[in-house]
């Protein structure tokens, strides 16, 4: 149970024990300790409608609303004038609908159990501009060597510098690791010299794209129209991104990190099509925790990565059940386990730390603890 929770329970059931004293000491009329009564049933009639409501999708949730809410008030109170044989208080009439609505809200509490959380785990390397090609092909060698340890559920991904893409892919051929690029063109194809296209990296066997990082956003000045390019490329040539946002720690400090991510979110991630948007995964990763040893609490964490899963919801429906979103910035062996532990928290991108195999996949050990 939360704090705020276990601090409304207390209230309220104080409230009643000290009715109870009070009408057994004479204190208190009757009606008083019904109206008391039916404060206390009235929170726990809330509290876990909201909870079960929290579980059901679509219309089963309109439903509930009707069977949880509505029907205690239309059945109910019928039933206690034809019990009575008189027109009941309004002290009876409360406690008699919170009462039987929070009988209600408990059986459906017990009847629907908490969904199981079914998304993918993912530990993605981002290697950054590390390496060169033959220690990177070491590296995911390595990797590779050390995965049958760790656990099936966690889906392993390196993002090596363009350059050591074929080489990687060769080292990984036979295992499950799967790779992916750090960025693709906005362009399809022709005349921008420097720039790798979507078609480029998926025909070498990529399967992801790492789009929007921090790093891209500020020193590339990569804004949300050109994301928006990006992203389509990357659909067109079936790759998966990686949709990376977060806020500076000039924002963090503000309190404007819940807005940054919002408006990140809506400006590309709201642009695609429910197809694509079930093949893309988001990364979270508060820039003043990239690279600097400084990690967001797990909390904070947990805290941001609901906040981003509630604005997907409100676009995609339920399809953001579904989508990882993983936490980036500073994330080790040492703290992955408190960070996956968290509800909406489904892996990590990592920076540093996949530059060892041995801490990469140790990381996502994380997942077993
Ligand atoms: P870090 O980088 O793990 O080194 O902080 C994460 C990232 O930028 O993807």
């Known amino acids: 149970m939360k704090r705020r929770e276990c601090i409304r329970t207390a209230v309220a059931g104080g409230m009643l024990l000290l009715a109870l004293v009070l009408r057994l000491c004479g204190l208190l009329p009757l009606w008083g ?200 490329q990357a659909f067109a040539n079936d790759l998966q991104p990686i949709y990376c946002v977060g806020e500076n720690l000039e924002e963090r400090e503000a309190g404007r990190h819940f807005d940054v991510v919002k408006r990140q979110i809506e400006e590309v991630v709201y642009n695609l099509t429910p197809e694509q948007f079930a093949r893309t995964t988001i990364a979270y990763e508060p820039v003043w925790a990239i690279g600097t040893g400084k990690t967001a609490t797990a909390d904070q964490a947990q805290e941001i990565h609901a906040h981003i899963r509630s604005i997907l919801r409100k676009q995609f429906r339920e399809a953001a059940e579904q989508t990882p979103i993983l936490y980036g910035g500073s994330c080790k062996p040492s703290n992955a386990a408190e960070l996956f532990a968290k509800e909406d928290v489904d892996g990590g991108l990592i920076g540093g730390a996949a530059l060892k195999a041995e801490d990469f996949l140790a990381i996502g050990k994380g997942f077993e603890k």
């Open 33 to 232: 300790l019904f109206l008391v009564a039916a404060a206390a049933l009235g929170t726990l009639w809330l509290a876990l409608g909201y909870r079960v409501w929290h579980r059901l999708r679509g219309k089963a949730q309109q439903w509930f609303l009707f069977w949880n809410y509505a029907l205690p008030v239309l059945a109910a109170l019928p039933t206690l004038a034809l019990v009575l044989d008189r027109a009941p208080r309004i002290d009876e009439r409360l406690l008699v609908a919170t009462l039987t609505g929070a009988v209600l809200a408990a059986i459906y509490y017990l009847i629907y159990p908490k969904p199981k959380n079914m998304r993918k785990k993912i530990v993605a390397g981002n290697w950054k501009m590390n390496t060169l090609p033959t220690e990177g092909i070491e590296l995911a060698r390595n990797v590779a060597a050390g995965r049958n340890e760790g656990c099936s559920c966690v889906n392993f991904i390196v993002c090596p510098p363009f350059t050591h893409l074929c080489g990687v892919i060769d080292a990984l051929r036979g295992s499950d690791i799967e790779v992916g690029a750090q960025n693709c063109a906005a362009e399809e194809k022709g005349a921008y010299t420097g720039e790798v296209s979507a078609a480029m990296i998926a025909a070498l066997g990529c399967r992801y794209v790492i789009l929007g990082h921090s790093e891209r956003r500020q020193y590339y000045g990569e804004t949300s129209e050109t994301l928006n390019r990006k992203m389509a």
